[in-house]
């Protein structure tokens, strides 16, 4: 069964940093594109960060670039998201998310085809 299971939130103060982890099993990442969303209440989901092993690069919003690092580990089909120097606007359930054989370019353009669990991130002022 393809599954992720994110994890890593957390109640956090602004200024702080936090980092989510997605482990991925049934599939191996290899063949993905793979990201975290996010979603605050009242608010539409939103693309964070996505990257893919194959093409060995990352993107990420505007709003969290320099910020935020994305990273993955094959050997533990795992994806991070570093969130350093959070704002209380970061607060949000966060999703990590894969589709197969694409780009990262083109990962926020298609729905995910897998998604994990959200995980909650809390940022207080």
């Known amino acids: 069964e393809v599954q992720l299971q994110a994890s890593g939130g957390g109640l956090v103060q602004a200024g702080g940093s936090l980092r989510l982890s997605c482990v991925a099993s049934g599939f191996s990442f290899d063949s993905y594109a793979i990201g975290w969303f996010r979603q605050a209440p009242g608010k539409e989901r939103e693309g964070v960060s996505c990257t893919s092993i194959s093409d060995g690069d990352s993107s990420y919003a505007d709003s969290v670039k320099g910020r935020f690092t994305i990273s993955t580990d094959n050997a533990k089909n795992t994806v991070y998201l570093q969130m350093n120097s959070l704002k209380t606007e970061d607060t949000a359930i966060y999703y990590c998310?894969?589709?197969?054989?694409?780009?990262?370019?083109?990962?926020?353009?298609?729905?995910?085809?897998?998604w994990g669990q959200g995980t909650q991130v809390t940022v207080s002022s």
């Open positions: 998310a894969a589709t197969p054989s694409i780009h990262y370019w083109e990962f926020f353009n298609h729905p995910p085809e897998v």
